[in-house]
């Protein structure tokens, strides 16, 4: 009963003005087929009765040719694809008006045309009226559709660009680099070799965070480079007690993604991963069924849901701005390892 109340609902709810002009137009159509009939030719005035089941029946129709149009028009396909399946639903629906409207003119005794009716100049009549309301509304409908995507992204884009002011504060946080300051400090006199490659690797974090505000993109290689920055200033920080493994297959360094997008995942492994001696961070970059996939594991249990997270919730924004439907992002543990992964269509 649900399901057959929400068919109905999606049927009728309908603009108030595709109600007005689709009831002035099938009006229209009716009012010049009866005079041409009954004026200019011969007199036919049986048309007067017909034509309210031409009309009726087409009115009722393009009721459901309103409902085909909006679901072809939202899957977003290519658009040769989409008009192809526009006009698959016009046969159809005249079609299935061709077969309608002969048994409404028997039904209601119009044995006069019913004696004369040809069916497949009927369709193609048919389809020439619904063509022109077609043409009409599925245009309307595809720009309106099209309009409506350009306006959620520009609201993605500002709802990112607040995000992102957010996020610059959070990707590399005062605890963070006092702990990286102090343990530099320590190392000056042991190790002061270790010390100025570590002063280093602070110094292409903060450079690559600063300027990836002017980049909307960068490629995997180019993150991987900051990310074994952030892993060695973390090596520095815990020792031994985590290992970290860093398995990218090379063929996809060129593949573009947000910036700090990989250091985003290894950082928030860091943050909710279980820290103990002999605990592996792993992060991998590999091809699987024809697209790049970027996975971060840790050891530790999945609390909540750290999609609300400002840093998780950023970068899917992020994801969707740039690579619209062509990329994922997934969070899920398994026995006691927790994986982050960003799934990224390159085809």
Not at 79 to 104: E, N, Q, R, S
Not at 173 to 187: D, E, T, V
């Amino acid at each position: 009963m649900d399901l057959n109340l929400k068919a109905l609902n999606q049927l009728f709810n309908a603009k108030r003005e595709f109600w007005i002009t689709n009831v002035i137009g099938w009006l229209v159509l009716y009012v010049i087929n009866v005079i041409l009939q009954t004026k200019y030719f011969k007199g036919n005035f049986e048309a007067i009765y017909y034509t309210i089941i031409i009309v009726g029946t087409g009115f009722l129709l393009s009721l459901f040719l309103r409902v085909i149009y909006a679901k072809i028009i939202l899957q977003n396909g290519p658009i040769l694809w989409t008009i192809l399946k526009g006009v698959l639903g016009l046969v159809t629906i005249c079609f299935v008006k061709t077969l309608i409207d002969p048994f409404l003119f028997f039904v209601f005794g119009l044995d006069d045309f019913d004696e004369t009716f040809d069916f497949v100049p009927y369709m193609v009549s048919m389809m020439l009226f619904l063509s022109i309301w077609s043409l009409i509304y599925f245009n309307y409908k595809y720009f309106e559709n099209q309009k409506k995507i350009e306006t959620d992204k520009l609201k993605l884009s500002l709802e990112l660009k607040q995000l992102e002011l957010s996020n610059l504060k959070d990707q590399l946080s005062p605890h963070f680099l006092f702990n990286a300051i102090n343990n530099i400090r320590s190392l000056i006199l042991l190790d002061p070799e270790g010390a100025r490659d570590s002063l280093v690797n602070v110094s292409e974090l903060l450079r690559y965070i600063l300027n990836y505000q002017n980049k909307t993109m960068v490629s995997i290689g180019e993150e991987l480079e900051v990310v074994k920055s952030y892993i060695q200033l973390n090596q520095l920080h815990f020792g031994n007690k985590v290992d970290f493994l860093l398995n990218v297959d090379e063929s996809l360094e060129n593949v573009d993604i947000p910036p700090l997008s990989i250091q985003l995942l290894l950082e928030n492994a860091i943050k909710h991963g279980e820290i103990k001696k002999g605990n592996k961070i792993e992060v991998h970059v590999f091809e699987e069924d024809g697209k790049a996939v970027i996975k971060v594991k840790n050891v530790g249990e999945l609390m909540g849901d750290l999609n609300n997270g400002i840093g998780l919730k950023n970068l899917v924004q992020r994801l969707k701005v740039e690579l619209y439907e062509n990329a994922n992002f997934s969070i899920f543990q398994t026995q006691n390892i927790v994986t982050s992964q960003i799934t990224i269509n390159t085809n």
